[in-house]
Every structure is written in structure tokens, then in C-alpha cells.
């Protein structure tokens, strides 16, 4: 979703790669919460970051703990942030029904796409209000 809302609204300034720890197909509860938004991700697949270009990045955001802490090194010049968000397929497993379930893919889709509006200042720490 991060990928996805970070190309939609800041692909003018932000060439977004997403790599996970684990790469699983997309759920397909994200599928419909993004569709829901207006979004395709249809097309997208889980990658590791073994499978991106060979690039050097400007930014590296995580946004699970265990991708904070499994995070591969990256060359100084390279900014990392953690942003962490709950994990919508973890807490759709204890959803009483399917609409509690999307409730919280809905949720943590909201969530980033308020992170990625927020972009750039949160990356650089200068927030204005």
C-alpha cells in the first residue's frame, strides 16, 4: 500500500520500491482497501530487497518492527526512518467477521496514506504545522 500511495501522490517527487522481510503474495484484502481508494494494486508482488534494482537509495522507510530490526545496511548517505504501522493481515485473523477484518486494512490504509502526504517534510524532520 505504501508503494502504491507514495507513486500515486508524490510520484512527482518519490521513485517508491517496496521490499518486504517475508515477500508473500498481496493480500487480497489490501487489494480491495486500495481499490476502495481509488487504487489499483492488482498487478503489484511482494519483492525482498534482494530482488530490486541495483540502486542507491535516498530514503529507506520501514514500517513493520521486524523489518525495522531485519533491515539490510545501507551506505551512509542513505536516510533511514521507521514509521510503523499495524500489520492488517495479523489483526484481520482476529476479525469477528469480514467487515471487521477490511475495518482494519481500512484503517492502516488511511494511516499511510497520511504518512505519504506528509512526505517530504517528515523524512527530513522539518514538520510544519
Not at 1 to 21: I, N, P, R
Not at 58 to 65: A, E, M, R, S
Not at 104 to 115: C, G, L
Request: proline letters at 5%; aromatic letters at 8%.
Amino acid at each position: 500500500m505504501a508503494e502504491a500511495w507514495t507513486s500515486h501522490l508524490k510520484g512527482d517527487q518519490f521513485e517508491a520500491y517496496s521490499a518486504g522481510v517475508e515477500p508473500k503474495d498481496v493480500d487480497t484484502r489490501a487489494i480491495r482497501a486500495m481499490a476502495e481508494a481509488g487504487i489499483d494494486i492488482s498487478e503489484q508482488r511482494s519483492k525482498d530487497i534482494d530482488s530490486l534494482p541495483d540502486l542507491e537509495f535516498d530514503y529507506v522507510v520501514t514500517l513493520c518492527d521486524n523489518a525495522k530490526e531485519s533491515c539490510p545496511f545501507f551506505p551512509a548517505k542513505t536516510r533511514l526512518m521507521h514509521q510503523g504501522f499495524d500489520d492488517p493481515p495479523q489483526l484481520a485473523e482476529d476479525g469477528k467477521d469480514e467487515e471487521d477484518a477490511m475495518g482494519h486494512f481500512r484503517r492502516v490504509r488511511d494511516e499511510i496514506k497520511a504518512f505519504v502526504e506528509s512526505m517530504p517534510d517528515i523524512l527530513t524532520g522539518e514538520i510544519s504545522d
